[in-house]
């Protein structure tokens, strides 16, 4: 990537953030930039991953997850998941090897207490100025958004979820 790199953050309750960074990881693939896709608190076999292997000459993705949900407790493999998640995303920010670098659900990391705040910013810090680096999640701190170059808030108006339709294969997991 040749021209300056932002920091956008896409938070909020709504859907779509997600869906938004992987829409962005694509259109920069399209245009021959290198995408790092970093899955916090994700493991498993969401279907973006076998879409994305069609591009892994382009885009590459990780998962710095256990395979379980979090819901009330943080274990301590969370911890060491993000933890090592982290510290890899620093060293492919140092390495400036990425042209776009993708940190899905990191503010709900940050949020659970699974990321200490502080590390979250430390990882922003380490962006290069031609890496456009993406953050999402909803609960995004005031830090975060403070530091940011563009932040999209996701606002939930209507979701069937509420009348108990499950996260479907091919549409939100």
């Known amino acids: 990537m040749k021209e300056k790199g932002y920091i956008q953050v896409y938070t909020g309750n ?21 995408v790092f896709i970093g899955q916090f608190l994700k493991s498993g076999d969401y279907s973006e991953i076998g879409a994305l292997k069609r591009f892994d000459d382009l885009i590459t993705v990780k998962q ?9 407790k943080v274990h301590d ?65 005031e830090e975060i958004i403070a530091r940011a170059d563009l932040v999209t808030e996701m606002t939930e108006i ?4 509420n009348e108990g339709v499950s996260a479907r294969t091919g549409i939100e997991k």
């Open 158 to 161: 209507k979701h069937y979820y």
């Open 14 to 34: 709504g859907k779509g953030k997600t869906t938004a960074s992987l829409g962005l990881a694509l259109r920069s693939a399209g245009a021959g930039y290198k």
């Open 77 to 141: 493999e969370d911890r060491l998941l993000a933890e090592k998640g982290v510290a890899q995303l620093c060293r492919i920010l140092d390495s400036e090897e990425y042209d776009v670098v993708i940190a899905e659900e990191l503010n709900v990391a940050v949020y659970l207490g699974v990321i200490p705040l502080e590390d979250a910013l430390y990882l922003m810090s380490r962006k290069g100025e031609n890496t456009e680096l993406i953050i999402t999640g909803r609960y995004a701190p």
């Open 64 to 72: 710095f997850g256990a395979p379980r949900f979090i819901k009330d």
